[in-house]
């Protein structure tokens, strides 16, 4: 079965440090995995997107990037936080196909001081 | 482009109490999926149901029921003899065939509190 690993769980961090949050998906090949942030008031909102290694698309223009290094891994970075980088992060993937859902993993709740 | 509209921002309920979370969805597409997720306090989204737009048929699971009508464009959720446990975000989403079908659109989300 498949399996979505997202860590750390929880980060705090100071203004103006990098970031580095890491997803992994065991189980399956070629997924389309993202990456999505919700902050308090609850609506998610799609950051990034990947339909293969390398390919990214950004959905709104931010502080943060991310890359697909490996066909099941995808990381989400900045260079410098800051305060509105705040929120819960949440990693998922889905299987290539158009009625396939979303997969979700357990999220990282970042702060940022 | 695609719209979800969940109008119960939130819905609190006594324990053995039945709800429906609303759900209003826009789209110009004749072939699209719609999907229900459950937020639990602990943050993770659970994936709980699927329902393809040329299948009308109402699903029920356990004390879950799932109403879709294309006639309103709502995909609405029953929960029956609600319990504790059934306190969440739920999320109405909605995709499309064809180009676009990886992204999800999703509704605001309802906030449901069962109280014992």
């Known amino acids: 079965s498949q399996t979505i690993h997202q860590w750390p769980a929880t980060l705090v961090q100071p203004v103006g440090s990098p970031l580095s949050l890491e997803c992994t998906v065991e189980?399956?090949?070629?997924?389309?995995l993202y990456w999505y942030r919700q902050a308090a008031g609850r609506g998610l909102q799609l950051l990034f997107y990947?339909?293969?290694?390398?390919?990214i698309s950004s959905e709104v223009p931010q502080n943060l990037s991310a890359s697909r290094p490996q066909d099941r891994q995808f990381i989400l970075s900045s260079k410098k936080l800051l305060l509105s980088d705040s929120g819960f992060y949440l990693c998922?993937?889905?299987?290539?196909?158009?009625?396939?859902?979303?997969?979700f993993g357990d999220g990282t709740r970042l702060s940022i001081l | 482009a695609q719209k979800v509209t969940q109008a119960q921002t939130e819905i609190s309920v006594v324990e053995k109490e039945d709800v429906t979370l609303d759900c209003v969805y826009e789209?110009?597409?004749?072939?699209?999926?719609l999907f229900w997720y459950k937020q639990p306090p602990s943050g993770e989204l659970v994936f709980l149901i699927r329902?393809?737009?040329?299948?009308?048929q109402n699903e029920i699971s356990g004390r879950y029921s799932w109403n879709f009508q294309k006639s309103t464009s709502s995909f609405n959720f029953t929960i029956t003899a609600s319990q504790v446990v059934d306190s969440a975000v739920y999320f109405c989403?909605?995709?499309?065939?064809?180009?676009?079908?990886?992204?999800?659109?999703f509704g605001k989300g309802t906030l449901l509190t069962v109280n014992p």
């Open positions: 998922a993937w889905r299987t290539q196909g158009n009625n396939q859902p979303q997969h």
């Open positions: 189980g399956t090949s070629n997924p389309n």
């Open positions: 990947s339909v293969g290694i390398g390919q």
């Open positions: 789209t110009r597409d004749t072939t699209y999926y």
């Open positions: 329902r393809n737009s040329f299948d009308e």
């Open positions: 989403a909605l995709s499309v065939s064809g180009g676009s079908n990886y992204k999800l659109t």
